[in-house]
């Protein structure tokens, strides 16, 4: 099949069975097209807000506004109101006899929560804006008071000193049990990027009131305070996460058992936690997030996602990103390999998959979230390289010369493999023992990528967030650290 006829397929199932329309008006993408087989489909006939990501980007390229605005604002309508849980948007939800049903994690497999789909909201509404230029939306009240609940869940006293948010396992993309709890990296890519969607959305608000109320003093608060969050946050995720081959060595030779403020090792982080696989992994060029940092047991696995988001929110600085995709391209036989991208390097095996899955057999290694290959990971990497300001870069040319080898495995597999969830094995080469066919962000992920590649590659900002240079932020209320 070629590019023009797969784009056509492609196209035809997500407009014509995948879009979920209420009230005569799209609100939303299916996460799979019902295969029609008896087997269950569990939840993969609703709408899941993580899964619409791609859908919406997409929607915004192609200059369908009203069905972001539409998502947004049933988004909204489900944002949920109790007491425990106020503030917080459905992982899922799906239509049932003309009523909405969320799924907040009271109905998911294992009764897992997820973090990431209230994270994406203002990040996606601020999309929706910035493309529109639908600046009325950012002030109704309806998205304004969204925010502020959505603030108020993360800006919050608590118990820990940290910036970062802390989540149980498998509270994003990675819904089960796959040692990711604490205060894994892609939560806190998506937290900062949401904290300056958030910011940028309070501040088109505030430029419009002129008189001083007590309100808005108020709100100019929050935006302090959500700035000042966030200027820690990076510097946080800059000192913790972010390792090259230098950094690393430093880390190995750091003293333990310290006590006090002005120390080198805060989390009391043995050597011995830092694996040998780093050595060819990072070469002396490359340079990425680790996963986690947790007090004495640091995660040192690459997740594909947290770190394409790390460097389209800038949460890397542009030079860092060019090592982040350096080290892509040293390791591309493990991330690309037959089909891109794995999700994550390496596997947990034996008894880490024992201990730390709990034998889940979903999830065994080189299979699903456990360093399976997931094509609908593509545009996140290609809107990461097309979107860096340094085009000439000798990096920057060899990524998109590994985008567009990617891009024609997509091609070339995802018709035939009937748009498969997730590919298995060490290569990718086989379609996901449990995967899904005609899954829509796999769909999407294609028409995505093959619109960045081959039709306008300036799309590339549609995820763009605002800078923390474009507020005017003293920084005097900058919370100690
Ligand atoms: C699986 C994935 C999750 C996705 C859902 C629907 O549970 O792990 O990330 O949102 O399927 O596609």
């Not at 799979?32 to 929607?59: C, H, Q």
């Not at 503030?87 to 899922?92: A, C, L, Y």
């Not at 995720?237 to 080198?264: A, F, K």
């Not at 060019?322 to 994550?344: G, K, T, W, Y």
Request: net charge negative; with cysteine; hydrophobic share 40%.
């Amino acid at each position: 099949m070629d590019a023009a006829d797969a784009v056509k397929v492609a196209r035809e199932l997500l407009f014509k069975q995948a879009m979920v329309s209420i009230n005569g008006e799209w609100v939303g993408s299916l996460a799979a097209i019902p295969s029609g087989k008896a087997e269950s489909t569990l939840n993969y006939s609703e709408i899941f807000i993580r899964d619409n990501v791609p859908t919406m980007a997409y929607m915004l390229v192609v200059g369908e506004y009203s069905t972001v605005k539409n998502f947004l604002l049933t988004c909204l309508q489900l944002q949920n109101t109790q007491f425990q849980t106020r503030g917080i948007f459905p992982t899922s939800f799906a239509e049932y006899e003309g009523q909405l049903i969320p799924d907040y994690g009271q109905r998911a497999i294992g009764r897992v929560v997820s973090i990431d789909a209230t994270l994406w909201w203002p990040i996606l509404t601020w999309a929706y804006v910035q493309r529109s230029g639908d600046y009325d939306f950012a002030r109704t009240a309806a998205v304004q008071n969204g925010l502020n609940a959505f603030l108020e869940l993360v800006l919050h006293p608590g118990f820990r000193d940290a910036p970062t948010l802390y989540v149980p396992d498998g509270a994003f993309m990675i819904d089960r049990p796959m040692d990711v709890w604490g205060a894994p990296l892609e939560i806190q890519s998506l937290l900062y990027g949401a904290l300056l969607s958030a910011a940028g959305l309070l501040q088109i608000d505030l430029k419009e009131r002129q008189e001083r109320s007590i309100d808005n003093l108020r709100q100019a608060e929050r935006l302090e305070t959500c700035l000042a969050w966030i200027v820690r946050l990076r510097r946080y995720m800059l000192v913790h996460y972010w390792v090259t081959s230098t950094t690393v060595q430093v880390l190995r030779r750091r003293p333990t058992e310290q006590y006090g403020e002005s120390i080198e090792n805060e989390y009391n982080i043995q050597t011995e936690t830092i694996p040998h696989w780093l050595q060819n992994w990072l070469g002396s060029q490359g340079g990425y997030l680790i996963g986690n940092i947790r007090t004495g047991r640091p995660d040192f696995r690459f997740f594909t996602l947290g770190n394409c988001l790390g460097s389209i929110f800038d949460l890397i600085a542009p030079p860092q990103q060019l090592s982040l995709f350096q080290l892509v391209i040293n390791n591309r036989h493990d991330l690309v390999a037959e089909m891109p991208l794995r999700i994550c390097h390496p596997p947990l095996e034996e008894v880490d998959w024992r201990k730390k899955t709990g034998f889940d057999r979903k999830n065994l290694p080189w299979c699903y979230h456990n360093a399976g290959h997931w094509p609908c990971l593509l545009w996140f990497l290609a809107l990461a390289v097309l979107r860096h300001p340094q085009k000439d870069s000798l990096v920057i040319k060899e990524s998109e010369a590994l985008l567009h080898h990617s891009y024609k495995l997509l091609l070339n597999q995802l018709p035939y493999q009937q748009w498969a969830e997730y590919f298995d094995g060490p290569t990718g080469a086989w379609q996901g023992q449990q995967a899904r066919v005609n899954q829509t962000w796999t769909i999407v992920g294609f028409l995505l990528a093959h619109h960045l590649l081959h039709e306008n590659g300036a799309d590339a900002n549609v995820l763009n967030v605002p800078h923390i240079g474009d507020f005017n932020f003293s920084g005097h209320k900058e919370i100690a650290h």
